[in-house]
């Protein structure tokens, strides 16, 4: 398969799988934050009733998270892409 045909065909798969990680960082985060802080909801940056360490913490704490989600998955779907086509998507 040529590499603009590989490249077509993994780009809707990518997106999807984008969606997905996100999807599945976010749970991953809350459930991560309820553990680690023993409070349901993460504070936001402009929550008034928390300090500077909770909001940056809890922020690379999501983005940590978000981060290892995100490759893992990009690299599952590419492995998986090879598998199919027989060639690594670009």
């Known amino acids: 398969m040529s590499k603009a045909i590989n490249r077509a065909v993994y ?3 990518g997106m999807l ?7 599945l960082a976010g ?5 991560v934050w309820k553990l680690t802080a023993g409070d349901g909801e ?3 940056a402009t929550d008034e009733d928390h300090g500077w360490g909770e909001i940056l913490a809890a922020a ?3 983005g940590a998270i978000f981060a290892v989600v995100k490759a893992a998955v990009d690299r ?5 892409v090879r598998r199919l086509t027989g060639s690594w998507p670009d």
Do not use: C, D, E, M
């Open 11 to 13: 780009k809707p798969v």
């Open 17 to 23: 799988l984008g969606i997905g990680a996100g999807v």
């Open 60 to 62: 690379a704490l999501q």
């Open 27 to 31: 749970a991953l985060f809350k459930q």
């Open 76 to 80: 599952g779907g590419a492995v998986g």
């Open 42 to 44: 993460a504070p936001r």
